[in-house]
């Protein structure tokens, strides 16, 4: 009879086997939507209708002083990606930074550290990731416009995350929990669950938020933490 520790060691093993072994099924199935959306079947366009910015219920900034953070997702092998974009202007111009993305996910490339994340939190990174600079994979967005003011805070708020968010765990707090914080700290309401794709968090935020006025930009970085709510279901 195995003793309390080898039993433990055991249902470590089959629990991380099981997640891989999900994990591996649910990249092959993904990997087979990529390949079938080509050039983008299910990207939807850049185009004015499509970007649905938050411009036209809140007050437009003066000339000179345009800026904007863009929440998106995009298609991958695995569930997609959630993240933001944002700088100066109306919005993203045909070539985008890295420096203008934050989005939390697994360090390194390697799948290893995604699919070990479904189990214990692993080492995050929260810059851009590859693909965040391909429209073509671009699934949701919204758009809000910012004034300088505005813009300034919230870009400090997302660095303070990139500092301090240093873990990913997928039912803990993932990519749509840290672009869920940013929705937060602009004034936005955010949808009840994180534990759903990064394409329906993204489209269910605008949904949520479109044509309606909101918040003020928090005074602090102690706004609301949406990603609490995960743990609530």
């Not at 209708?49 to 345009?66: C, D, L, M, V, Y």
């Not at 092998?77 to 989005?103: C, D, E, L, W």
């Not at 044509?211 to 102690?222: K, S, V």
């Amino acid at each position: 009879m195995q003793d309390a520790h080898g039993i433990a060691r055991t249902f470590k093993r089959v629990t991380l086997a099981f997640a891989i072994s999900a994990g591996l099924q649910a990249w092959a199935a993904n990997a087979q939507t990529l390949t079938t959306a080509g050039l983008g079947s299910q990207v939807q366009e850049p185009a004015a209708g499509t970007a649905r910015s938050a411009a036209a219920s809140q007050p437009i900034p003066n000339k000179g002083e345009k800026y904007y953070i863009e929440f998106r997702s995009r298609l991958a092998m695995s569930y997609g990606h959630a993240f933001v974009v944002f700088g100066r202007g109306n919005g993203p111009g045909k070539k985008i930074t890295p420096n203008q993305i934050a989005g939390l996910h697994p360090a390194t490339n390697s799948p290893v550290p995604f699919w070990v994340g479904h189990v214990v939190p692993v080492a995050s990174e929260t810059g851009a990731s590859e693909g965040d600079t391909d429209e073509i994979y671009v699934s949701a967005r919204y758009r809000v416009l910012l004034t300088k003011a505005e813009y300034d805070k919230v870009v400090a708020y997302i660095r303070k995350l990139q500092k301090t968010k240093t873990l990913w765990q997928e039912m803990v707090y993932n990519c749509n929990s840290f672009v869920g914080d940013i929705a937060a700290f602009v004034g936005l309401k955010t949808p009840l669950s994180t534990l759903v794709m990064p394409q329906t968090y993204i489209t269910e935020l605008r949904d949520l938020n479109e044509g309606r006025p909101r918040a003020a930009i928090a005074e602090n970085t102690r706004a609301a933490s949406p990603s609490r709510q995960s743990t609530q279901q």
